[in-house]
């Protein structure tokens, strides 16, 4: 085989840069970085309370409905529905869509009929997402696979096509993934995913990226940096969503990911908005406005009776993929509500949300 070219994903804003000085592409990578790094940190987190069978199934159940949502529709931005191979066209929707994602993916056209699909690990510049693998069996991307890629055949219309996984990074694989197939015979529904660890690609095949299958007229370095934050956001908020359909576990369980991020994150937000001097209720209040801000949520902060106020235009539970209830979303709000209050022990103030996740208030303790 031979490796394809991978584009760098904007590294995180250099610390002596304001986030008043950031360029789109480092505000989305802060984006990209943060609520990814929440994504695999609940995923963790899931892991520990609901045990492995649990997690995963709950994985290819929030899968299913992310490609309900957005499979078809992406297939169209793309331009793939104007291609006559059906194996082409999914394993290059899953390559393009997760590579603008800014993961690592590749895919290589062995046939018209057999097109290879590549995740490989994370690079070394965002490492912590990469590390998820270690802690999973293959079961779980088998439950992914279930999840989606077998599917693509119902929804494109192909009652042949099937994805078979070959390759696990879990154990010690250069890449997770396998081959999208057109068998020529309908297939039943326990077929669509097939498990042949170990087969190999043919010598010589060569691998593509994603910035061999996008056109840069269509996809400008504008559009690339905001789809990139978008794909971060939305996929968060899936998760948020699943982990929180888990069992009565399933608030601790999100909250206790997201803190895990947030405080991590302090001196990245005190070195984007924060300063030495600074009133530390007033320092917490420009986090959490960063915090939507970078998702691409307008956000204002004014001063408020004894601490500030907050409202966004947007509340993060409405990027999730299947429609919301008001209490759902008044469920989601207060995870994250409740996550920015432990964020805010340290800096002697408190945090509060309302129902709608749009209007916030931060106050000393």
């Not at 695999?40 to 309900?68: C, N, P, V, W």
């Not at 997402?129 to 279930?146: C, M, N, Q, S, V």
């Not at 929180?244 to 576990?249: E, I, P, V």
């Amino acid at each position: 085989m031979t490796s394809p070219k991978f584009a760098q994903i904007p590294l995180l804003p250099a610390l002596d840069r304001r986030a008043d000085d950031w360029t789109l592409d480092e505000s989305s990578s802060f984006a990209s970085q943060l609520y990814l790094g929440m994504y695999f940190a609940i995923a963790m987190a899931m892991l520990r309370d609901l045990g492995h069978e649990t997690t995963y199934r709950i994985y290819g159940q929030m899968l299913s409905a992310h490609q309900k949502h957005f499979f078809i529709p992406g297939i169209r931005k793309l331009g793939l529905d104007r291609l006559e191979s059906h194996a082409a066209a999914a394993a290059m929707y899953h390559c393009i869509s997760n590579g603008i994602g800014g993961l690592r993916t590749g895919y290589a056209i062995e046939s018209d009929k057999k097109v290879w699909l590549m995740y490989f690990p994370y690079t070394a510049d965002n490492p912590g997402a990469g590390f998820l693998p270690l802690a999973t069996h293959p079961e779980l991307p088998l439950d992914e696979y279930r999840g989606w890629h077998g599917n693509n055949g119902r929804y494109l219309g192909n009652r042949r096509l099937r994805f078979v996984a070959t390759h696990h990074i879990s154990e010690g694989d250069p890449f997770m993934g396998g081959y999208f197939e057109d068998t020529g015979r309908e297939l039943a529904d326990h077929e669509l995913v097939a498990d042949k660890r170990g087969e190999q690609p043919p010598p010589g095949l060569k691998i593509l990226g994603t910035d061999d299958a996008l056109d840069p007229k269509a996809w400008p370095p504008e559009r690339r940096a905001k789809a990139l934050r978008k794909y971060a956001v939305t996929w968060f908020a899936d998760r948020l969503q699943s982990a929180l359909g888990a069992d009565d576990k399933g608030d601790a369980i999100a909250r206790r990911g997201i803190q895990f991020m947030l405080h991590t994150w302090v001196p990245r937000f005190h070195a984007a908005v924060g300063g030495d001097g600074m009133d530390p209720t007033a320092e917490l209040a420009k986090y959490v406005q960063l915090f939507h801000s970078v998702a691409g949520v307008p956000a204002e902060l004014k001063p408020a009776a004894g601490g500030w106020e907050l409202k966004v235009e947007k509340g993060l539970a409405e990027f999730v993929g299947d429609p919301q209830s008001d209490q759902d979303k008044a469920r989601f709000a207060k995870v994250l509500g409740d996550a920015w209050r432990s964020a805010g022990l340290m800096m002697d103030s408190t945090v509060s949300v309302d129902d709608s996740g749009k209007h916030w208030t931060i106050r000393p303790r």
